[in-house]
């Protein structure tokens, strides 16, 4: 449990040095004075002062803050103020936070995919029954495109499924350098929960170069914004409710249940599976 905990803890104050690091420096940089950069909240467990500015750990690992001259009253005529700062200087303060995550998430996906590669949509088999079997789809089939989505890794396919239940779908493949086109409609798994083609992904993950590490590094970082976005989507359409998204507790838990299943594998995928989470929640955090 205490080595769950503080997982959970390292997860969310690196997300949070980068985001808040990120106001903080830019807002530096711009002539706005900052009075205080915290990691967490409520009272103070430790901090230190260097020039104007106080560093500081707070007790609870949730969150964290950058506070700017002007930002409480009584300040607002203060020359270094974030309200006196010019329009460019405060735009720039304001995105340089969210840009931090997506900077933070691209270089957590680089040592990711660096380390054991990324899942390309081609087929390792079809299920027994399903549709994907019935449309003539087989092992060692590439997948390209689903309803002109193109597909870059296997999970696109899965996060396809998720977001347009049995909705028909065009599935354009490869098969021997020859593309084939296909109508298939995803068929309702009681033992998944979920609608499914009927398709099995990769066994093994693949190894790149250099210059496809990168490339992939920047499909899983598009792949974890547009699996938010289009969560928050689903949330606004009533489509998802507030109970299926996690608060603190509920990234805890999910940070214990990934420590659980990658133990058996030893040190090595508990820590290339915490980078991972951590670079989704780095884009969950935007």
């Known amino acids: 449990m205490l080595i769950k905990i503080l997982f959970f803890i390292i997860i969310f104050s690196v997300i949070v040095i980068a985001h808040e690091g990120g106001h903080c420096v830019i807002g530096k940089m711009s002539g706005i004075g900052v009075k205080e950069f915290s990691i967490g909240l409520g009272p103070t467990i430790v901090g230190f002062r260097r020039g104007e500015t106080l560093y500081s750990i707070k007790l609870l690992p949730f969150g964290g803050v950058t506070i700017f001259e002007g930002d409480e009253p009584g300040e607002e005529d203060s020359p270094r103020s974030f309200r006196k700062a010019n329009p460019g200087a405060r735009f720039a303060t ?9 900077m933070l998430a691209f270089l957590l996906s680089l040592i990711v995919i660096g380390s054991v590669g990324y899942d390309l949509p081609v087929l390792h088999s079809v299920i027994e029954g399903y549709p994907a079997e019935e449309a003539g789809l087989a092992g060692g089939d590439r997948i390209v495109s689903i309803n002109g989505r193109k597909i870059d890794i296997y999970r696109d396919i899965t996060m396809w499924t998720m977001f347009n239940e049995g909705i028909q779908a065009e599935v354009v493949y490869e098969r021997d350098g020859a593309t084939y086109k296909t109508l298939i ?62 608060g603190p507790v509920g990234v805890a838990e999910v940070v214990g249940d990934v420590y659980e299943s990658s133990k058996p594998s030893g040190a090595f995928y508990i820590w290339i599976n915490m980078l991972s989470l951590d670079e989704s929640a780095a884009l969950s955090g935007t």
């Not at 309702?188 to 250099?210: A, C, Q, V």
């Not at 920047?218 to 792949?223: L, M, S």
Request: charged residues 25%; proline residues 6%.
């Open 94 to 102: 304001v995105l340089a936070g969210p840009f931090m995550n997506f």
């Open 185 to 246: 409609t995803p068929k309702y798994s009681e033992e998944d929960g979920r609608y499914l083609f009927g398709f099995k992904g990769p066994m093994e993950y693949t190894r790149g170069n250099p210059l496809q590490v990168i490339r992939y590094s920047a499909v899983e970082v598009r792949y974890w914004m547009e699996i938010t976005i289009k969560s928050l989507i689903m949330l606004f359409k009533g489509r998802f409710t507030v109970n299926d998204l996690s």
